[in-house]
């Protein structure tokens, strides 16, 4: 729009899932498409429930200037019995560009905050379930940019006794939104909390080739998340 004028509303859905299927699957480059954000050029997102991947578009269709809407979009999600939505989300729902932990009745007691996007979100989520961890919150980025840091401040301060915040993602560390969010999510922070981030290792290719690999990095990257 800068250079010509011109809006472009077109809507990308791109392959991006780290299911042991191999680079082509998780080929959708995060990362460049971040470093190109600014000046509200584009907006980026990482949809992890059909109600708010119903949102994104209707948003999309009614915004005044139309800009590209860039989805991740990890195939194994779209038939997860876990990523539902109810009738009243989408009826009477709206988009959301973070998702608070809706299964934290009280936020005092948490130690730990998990920041991800995505399908490893269920992952994470299903660890935490089976070995019964209470001092955890898991929170959802669902749209990298237009970054609203003002929402996520508002998350992130109502955790009064997180003094450890993780950022999880399923790419390796020199990929995805890591280094996009590093700075971002820092300035956040107090100072008495500590930041870091869970990935898999530093890869000149955006995936193994091989699904046994695969299987056992996202096992170690789910494990880590929670003894940092």
């Given at each position: 729009?800068?250079?010509?004028?011109?809006?472009?509303?077109?809507?990308?859905?791109l392959?991006?899932?780290?299911?042991?299927?191999?680079?082509?699957?998780?080929?959708?480059?995060?990362?460049?498409?971040?470093?190109?954000?600014?000046?509200?050029?584009?907006?980026?997102?990482?949809?992890?429930t059909?109600?708010?991947?119903?949102?994104?578009?209707?948003?999309?269709?009614?915004?005044?200037?139309?800009?590209?809407?860039?989805?991740?979009?990890?195939?194994s999600i779209l038939?997860?019995?876990?990523?539902?939505?109810?009738?009243?989300?989408?009826?009477?729902?709206?988009?959301?560009?973070?998702?608070?932990?809706?299964?934290?009745?009280?936020?005092?007691?948490?130690?730990?905050?998990?920041?991800?996007?995505?399908?490893?979100?269920?992952?994470?989520?299903?660890y935490?379930?089976?070995?019964k961890i209470?001092?955890?919150a898991?929170?959802?980025?669902e749209?990298?940019?237009?970054f609203?840091k003002?929402n996520?401040?508002?998350?992130?301060?109502?955790y009064?006794?997180?003094?450890s915040?993780?950022?999880?993602?399923?790419?390796?560390?020199?990929?995805?939104?890591?280094?996009?969010?590093?700075?971002?999510?820092?300035?956040?922070l107090?100072?008495?909390?500590?930041?870091?981030?869970?990935?898999?290792?530093?890869?000149?290719?955006?995936?193994?080739?091989?699904a046994?690999?695969?299987?056992?990095?996202?096992?170690?990257?789910?494990?880590?998340?929670?003894?940092?």
């Open positions: 729009y800068e250079k010509w004028g011109l809006s472009n509303g077109v809507v990308l859905l392959p991006h899932g780290y299911e042991g299927q191999g680079p082509e699957h998780s080929s959708a480059r995060l990362e460049r498409f971040l470093i190109l954000c600014a000046e509200n050029n584009m907006q980026v997102c990482n949809i992890s059909p109600a708010n991947y119903f949102h994104v578009l209707r948003r999309q269709k009614r915004l005044a200037i139309q800009t590209p809407l860039i989805i991740m979009s990890p195939k038939r997860l019995p876990e990523a539902r939505s109810s009738k009243d989300e989408f009826i009477n729902g709206s988009f959301q560009e973070f998702f608070d932990d809706d299964t934290i009745s009280d936020k005092t007691k948490i130690k730990r905050l998990l920041i991800t996007s995505g399908k490893v979100y269920y992952d994470l989520l299903k935490r379930r089976k070995n209470t001092d955890t898991i929170i959802r980025i749209q990298f940019y237009p609203k003002e996520l401040k508002q998350i992130i301060d109502s009064k006794n997180a003094d915040v993780v950022w999880v993602q399923e790419e390796p560390k020199n990929m995805g939104a890591w280094n996009f969010l590093n700075q971002k999510i820092s300035e956040l107090s100072d008495k909390q500590s930041f870091h981030c869970t990935s898999r290792p530093e890869a000149a290719s955006s995936a193994v080739g091989s046994r690999i695969s299987n056992q990095l996202q096992v170690e990257l789910i494990k880590d998340a929670f003894l940092l």
